[in-house]
């Protein structure tokens, strides 16, 4: 009986891994604080570098004539 019981635990237990194996989780990747920084850093140079180009532009069609 024990033998028999064994058997069965160890297949419950790797039937078990190969379920949880092909159901992965769904919560998103971990972001570490230093990461989480480094992107906002990123952004912040990517709007101040958009914001530059929108005032050239802006500075450059108000510099044009009108006819």
């Known amino acids: 009986m024990n033998r028999k019981k064994k058997v069965i ?3 419950k237990a790797k ?3 190969k379920n949880a194996k092909m159901h992965r989780s769904n919560k998103p990747r971990y972001i570490s604080k ?3 920084a480094k992107m906002e850093a990123e952004e912040a140079q990517q ?3 958009s914001a530059e180009q929108n005032q050239t532009v802006a500075v450059a069609e108000s510099e ?4």
């Open 34 to 36: 230093a990461e989480r």
């Open 9 to 11: 635990e160890t297949q």
């Open 47 to 49: 709007a101040e570098q």
């Open 64 to 67: 044009k004539p009108t006819e």
């Open 15 to 17: 039937i078990k891994k």
